[in-house]
C-alpha cells in the first residue's frame, strides 16, 4: 500500500475570462490529487490527513473512495476546508491564492502508526508549510523514514503561503535525509536554489524534476541522468499534472517492486526511461482535461 500524507482543499477554478468568471469548486490540493491518481491508477492506496465535516469535506472524501483510496485513517473536525482560488493564464499555467486560516486540514497530529502494509509515503504541498500540522507531518516522515519505509516528497512550493523562504529553505534541507525521491519543478528548483547533485547528496537517491511541456529528467546518486521529452498535447490547464507524475512514478515503481532506494539504483537506462514517459503521458491527459482529472489506468497502456 502506499499512503500519501497531505491536504485535501477545494479548488475555485474560473470557468471564463476574468478574474471571478464562474468560479466553480474543484476537489483538488496536491496530495489528494496524487491519492486519486494513484488509486485510478490500480495503486492500492490510504489518505492520510485531517478533513472537515463540512460539506466540502464530505464532497473530498466521496472523491477518494470513488478512486478506491482508503480514507479509514482520515481525522475529521468541525472546522472549514481550505479554499483555494485558481487564476489561469493563457498557456494554462494555474496560480493560487489561498484562504487558510482555521481550516481543519491545519489541525492534523501523526497517527501512532501506519497502516501494516504500507511500502511508501508521499508528503509535499501546502501540509509542510502550514503549522501545527507541518510538524506533525515532518513527524511522521521521520519516522517512516527510520523505519525503513519508502519516502517521496513533492515540495511544490506556494510562495504565498511561506512567510520566511529562507527558514522553509533550511527546513526543506533538513527533510532530504529522510527523502528517498524527490520530486520537483523546474520552478521549485528555481525557488529553492539548489541543484540536483546537491539534493542526492544530502540523503535521496534519486531526483526527478518536470519541465513542464518538455519533459521530465531524473538524476541519480550515481551521477546517471535520463530524459524523456513531454507528451504532446492540447493543453486545458495544468492543475494536477505534476501530482499525477508523482502517482505515476510512484504507481510505476511499485510495480515493479522497486519501492526502495537500492532498487531505484537498480532501474538503470531502460527502466527508468520506461517510468518516465508513462509518468509524461499520465501527466499530458491530466493537462488535457478541465482540473486535476488523472487518468485511469486503461488510458495508458503498458508501463
Request: charged share 20%; hydrophobic share 45%; with cysteine.
Amino acid at each position: 500500500m502506499i499512503v500519501v500524507a497531505g491536504e485535501a482543499l477545494i479548488d475555485l477554478v474560473p470557468q471564463g475570462t476574468g478574474a471571478l468568471a464562474g468560479l466553480q469548486p474543484a476537489l483538488g490540493g496536491g496530495p489528494y490529487n496524487t491519492a486519486v491518481a494513484l488509486g485510478r491508477l490500480g495503486s492500492p492506496t490510504a489518505f492520510c490527513s485531517r478533513t472537515s465535516y463540512d460539506a466540502f469535506g464530505e464532497a473530498l472524501l466521496d472523491g477518494l473512495r470513488g478512486a478506491g483510496v482508503d480514507v479509514s485513517g482520515v481525522q475529521r473536525g468541525p472546522e472549514p476546508t481550505t479554499l483555494a482560488v485558481a487564476t489561469i493564464d493563457a498557456g494554462g499555467s494555474a496560480a493560487y491564492s489561498f484562504y487558510v486560516e482555521g481550516t481543519a486540514d491545519r489541525l492534523f497530529t501523526a497517527p501512532a502508526r501506519l497502516p501494516a502494509a504500507t511500502r511508501a509515503v508521499s508528503f509535499g504541498t501546502c501540509s509542510l508549510v502550514l503549522e501545527p500540522g507541518a510538524s506533525a507531518y515532518e513527524e511522521l516522515m521521520r519516522t517512516a523514514a527510520a523505519q525503513g519505509v519508502f519516502t517521496a516528497l513533492d515540495p511544490n512550493i506556494r510562495p504565498g503561503l511561506i512567510p520566511d523562504a529562507d527558514a522553509y529553505r533550511a527546513r526543506f534541507k533538513s527533510w532530504l535525509p529522510s527523502v528517498s525521491l524527490l520530486k520537483l519543478s523546474e520552478e521549485d528548483a528555481r525557488w529553492l536554489g539548489g541543484t540536483p547533485h546537491e539534493w542526492l547528496a544530502a540523503g535521496p537517491s534519486a531526483v526527478v524534476i518536470t519541465r513542464g511541456g518538455d519533459g521530465l529528467t531524473a538524476f541519480t546518486r550515481d551521477g546517471a541522468e535520463y530524459s524523456v521529452p513531454g507528451e504532446k498535447v492540447d493543453v486545458v490547464d495544468t492543475i494536477g499534472a505534476g501530482d499525477t507524475v508523482n502517482a505515476a512514478l510512484l504507481h510505476g515503481l511499485s510495480a515493479r517492486d522497486a519501492l526502495s532506494p537500492q532498487a531505484l539504483s537498480g532501474l538503470g537506462a531502460d527502466g527508468w526511461t520506461r517510468l518516465l514517459r508513462f509518468a509524461a503521458r499520465a501527466a499530458a491527459i491530466t493537462c488535457s482535461r478541465a482540473g486535476a482529472e488523472p487518468p485511469y489506468a486503461s488510458e495508458l497502456g503498458d508501463l
